[in-house]
């Protein structure tokens, strides 16, 4: 299936006028586009925030009956839609719809004085959706019926995060293999890499992840599972508080990582429990020579990791939100493709740090 790339991720929040002010000031996205009661939509409020070739839509909805107020209520604040940029959004959805996807809306097209724009939209796990968008003929801000709010048709240049890596799924136990299924035979995606649970296991918890690929390698689904530990996976407690699968983490490329994390860190981005020293030890061993000043990503704490291809690092928020579901990622990736596995284990005990203080350990 041709994909060019992604479009957008359409976070379903309790409170978008909120939520945007955190993203705009905490995350560094400017403020681009809106549609809500003042342009005549009804039901909802969306507020479209970029940076650089990240566009991120938060949208609440206004009345208890509403889909999206439903979705807040059930799962908490999480992405809804994850979409995708496609040069024919009527074939993607038939190719996917004939090989087992559901379809969620068929083909149609918005318009306005400024052009068109062709969505179609197919479910994926839990009560999420992949949105297909073919914008090539529209010059507006976002889509029709969205009003422009940046004062010259500019975003401002953000603060360095550059573009979406990689977008996470969690599943519920032994289901990961069916929705690596459903990419594989409704999308034409590929697997990349296969972690075993013995490559992700911690001292209490564990988790099973295959990483799904599309759009020539712009696109990629790393899809998670609990896996049997001596205590509750931290993918049972995400299924838990999402009450079902949903997107764990989104992954934003940036290409001064030192640079966006400090900054991000001085707007109040908090970021998992710090990474302890001992993990720098063995880290600089075990990665080797890197640009990047070790005293400043220990400072920050960033972690790092190798593989035949190059190195990445990487760092993780803290949740998004109260319940501890979705969360960020910064990544920088100098030739590695990998997802950080040698991490992992430094990452999950983090985590598990984090997820003992709210006490469902
Ligand atoms: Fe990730």
Redesign the pocket.
């Known amino acids: 299936m041709p994909i060019d790339g992604w479009d957008h991720i359409e976070l379903y929040v309790g409170n978008a006028k909120q939520a945007a002010y955190y993203y705009e000031r905490a995350m560094g996205f400017t403020p681009t586009a809106y549609a809500g009661p003042e342009t005549g939509v009804r039901d909802r409020a969306s507020y479209v925030l970029e940076q650089n070739d990240i566009r991120l839509v938060l949208t609440s909805g206004l009345r208890a009956d509403s889909e999206i107020t439903r979705f807040a209520c059930t799962h908490g604040d999480g992405a809804k839609d994850v979409a995708l940029e496609v040069p024919d959004a009527a074939s993607a959805y038939g190719e996917a719809v004939q090989r087992g996807a559901r379809g969620v809306a068929e083909p149609h097209w918005l318009e306005d004085e400024l052009g068109r724009v062709e969505l179609a939209s197919i479910a994926t796990y839990g009560d999420n959706v992949h949105t297909f968008v073919n914008r090539s003929g529209y010059e507006g801000p976002y889509l029709p019926g969205y009003r422009s709010v940046t004062t010259n048709g500019q975003t401002a240049s953000g603060i360095g995060l550059k573009s979406i890596?990689?977008v996470?799924g969690n599943v519920q136990l032994g289901r990961m293999d069916e929705w690596v299924s459903f990419y594989e035979r409704t999308m034409g995606f590929t697997e990349l890499i296969h972690f075993s649970d013995e490559a992700i296991h911690t001292e209490y918890s564990a988790l099973m992840s295959k990483v799904m690929t599309g759009g020539e390698g712009k696109i990629k689904f790393?899809i998670n599972e609990p896996a049997e530990g001596r205590r509750k996976s931290q993918i049972e407690e995400y299924l838990e508080f999402n009450e079902g699968p949903g997107v764990q983490?989104i992954?934003l490329a940036a290409d001064d990582i030192v640079g966006t994390v400090e900054n991000l860190g001085n707007r109040g981005v908090r970021f998992l429990v710090a990474t302890p020293g001992a993990y720098y030890e063995d880290a600089r061993s075990r990665v080797g020579e890197i640009e990047q000043d070790w005293e400043e990503i220990r400072r920050l704490g960033i972690l790092a990791d190798r593989d035949e291809e190059g190195y990445l690092l990487?760092i993780?928020t803290a949740t998004a939100q109260d319940r501890p579901t979705l969360f960020f990622?910064v990544?920088e990736r100098h030739g590695s493709r990998g997802?950080?596995e040698g991490n992992f284990k430094a990452l999950f005990e983090a985590i598990e740090r984090e997820q003992a203080l709210r006490g469902n350990l």
Request: proline share 8%; no cysteine; hydrophobic share 40%.
């Open positions: 890596d990689h996470v790393p983490h992954a990487q993780f990622e990544i997802f950080g």
